[in-house]
């Protein structure tokens, strides 16, 4: 019989290390500082974004990388790929987060090298369109298409058929979309695992988005809001399962790993969808990190390398 086992030992402030805190306090320091972030033209948050001056740390490009394009339903899709030193041992269908607003596969290149270099796996990363310029259901269409490709090129391409998905924040949200698109419209299961950073599984806001204020701890309940706006601008309903994915069928899919910090403010879209995956019958497991804040495998300090090392565990074994 399978269980989550959760130890509420990770929720007391006496199991944060001090360089998380540190890390969490910087954070909340730096972003005090933009009393309006989003006042700024999102094209110039973008551009700040990738040229390394955002408020957010920026890897040194990887050796490993390179540009390409594949198609997609409104044109070309860019995705960013990552190969190992040797043939790959499989491949990872890699979808950023950003609220589905910002964010770049080039702004995870730490991470994305990480998970070439150290687990064998081919990454492959979709830059999705991006609202509100081209909003729902652009993006979940785009990373559709990518999985598709990846099912029909990967063999060839890449010289296995081992495939795994996965994604932060808005890309996590993505990538639950993406695996039930391909159950329920192409009668595909293509994935055998994935791996769920801090997803948003629930636009409605779960009692930790919806109460956790205006600490700009990377984000907040305003900023939540503000990026579901953005993606449900034109098209889409919060309590539409392809939109929100808790609120849908989850049978059938692969296993997964669900991380979370306890200072995320989509804590509980974390806790509950491992649940609520458990109880579709598939394999599940769920690490909570004391402290760490929204998508904290993105900064420096310990938890983060805890949680990349976790992580790269998992895909070497799925």
């Given at each position: 019989?399978?269980?989550?086992?959760?130890?509420?030992?990770?929720?007391?402030?006496?199991s944060?290390?001090?360089?998380t805190?540190?890390?969490?306090?910087?954070?909340?320091?730096?972003?005090?500082?933009?009393?309006?972030?989003?006042?700024v033209?999102?094209?110039?948050?973008?551009?700040?974004?990738?040229?390394?001056?955002?408020v957010?740390?920026?890897?040194?490009?990887s050796?490993?990388?390179r540009?390409?394009?594949?198609a997609?339903?409104?044109?070309?899709?860019?995705?960013r790929i990552y190969?190992p030193?040797?043939?790959?041992?499989g491949?990872y269908?890699?979808?950023?987060?950003?609220?589905?607003?910002v964010?770049?596969a080039?702004?995870?290149?730490?991470m994305?090298?990480?998970i070439?270099?150290?687990?064998?796996?081919a990454?492959?990363?979709v830059?999705?369109?991006?609202a509100p310029?081209?909003?729902y259901?652009?993006?979940?269409?785009d990373?559709?298409?990518?999985?598709?490709?990846?099912?029909?090129?990967?063999?060839?391409?890449?010289?296995?058929?081992?495939f795994?998905?996965g994604g932060?924040?808005?890309?996590?949200?993505?990538?639950?979309?993406?695996?039930?698109?391909?159950r329920?419209k192409h009668?595909?299961?293509?994935?055998a695992?994935?791996?769920l950073?801090?997803?948003?599984f629930?636009?409605?806001l779960?009692?930790?988005?919806?109460?956790?204020g205006?600490?700009?701890?990377?984000?907040?309940?305003?900023?939540?809001?503000?990026?579901?706006n953005?993606?449900?601008r034109?098209?889409?309903?919060?309590e539409?399962?392809?939109?929100?994915?808790?609120?849908g069928?989850?049978k059938?899919?692969?296993?997964?790993?669900?991380?979370?910090?306890?200072?995320?403010?989509?804590?509980d879209?974390?806790?509950?969808?491992?649940?609520?995956?458990?109880?579709a019958?598939?394999?599940?497991?769920?690490?909570?990190?004391?402290?760490g804040?929204?998508?904290?495998?993105?900064?420096?300090?310990?938890?983060?390398?805890?949680?990349?090392?976790?992580?790269?565990?998992?895909?070497?074994?799925?």
């Amino acid at each position: 019989m399978s269980k989550l086992v959760l130890d509420a030992a990770v929720f007391s402030p006496s199991s944060v290390a001090p360089d998380t805190r540190m890390v969490n306090d910087a954070i909340v320091k730096i972003m005090k500082t933009i009393p309006d972030r989003w006042a700024v033209p999102l094209a110039e948050i973008r551009a700040a974004r990738l040229s390394g001056s955002g408020v957010f740390p920026l890897a040194p490009e990887s050796a490993r990388a390179r540009q390409e394009t594949i198609a997609g339903p409104r044109g070309d899709i860019p995705v960013r790929i990552y190969l190992p030193d040797g043939p790959p041992k499989g491949v990872y269908l890699h979808i950023h987060g950003g609220g589905w607003t910002v964010g770049s596969a080039r702004e995870n290149e730490g991470m994305l090298d990480r998970i070439a270099g150290q687990c064998g796996l081919a990454v492959v990363s979709v830059d999705y369109a991006l609202a509100p310029e081209v909003p729902y259901p652009a993006g979940p269409d785009d990373c559709e298409a990518a999985a598709l490709w990846l099912v029909k090129e990967g063999g060839a391409r890449f010289g296995t058929e081992r495939f795994a998905i996965g994604g932060e924040s808005g890309g996590a949200t993505l990538a639950v979309a993406t695996l039930v698109r391909l159950r329920d419209k192409h009668q595909l299961s293509p994935f055998a695992a994935a791996v769920l950073t801090a997803g948003c599984f629930d636009l409605r806001l779960t009692p930790s988005a919806r109460n956790w204020g205006d600490e700009p701890l990377v984000l907040n309940t305003r900023d939540i809001t503000f990026f579901v706006n953005n993606y449900l601008r034109l098209e889409g309903k919060a309590e539409e399962p392809d939109v929100s994915p808790l609120l849908g069928s989850l049978k059938g899919l692969p296993k997964a790993l669900f991380m979370v910090g306890t200072r995320d403010a989509l804590l509980d879209d974390t806790l509950f969808m491992a649940n609520a995956w458990l109880a579709a019958g598939n394999a599940t497991a769920l690490d909570v990190f004391p402290g760490g804040c929204h998508v904290f495998i993105g900064f420096p300090g310990t938890l983060a390398d805890q949680g990349l090392k976790r992580m790269c565990d998992y895909l070497t074994e799925f």
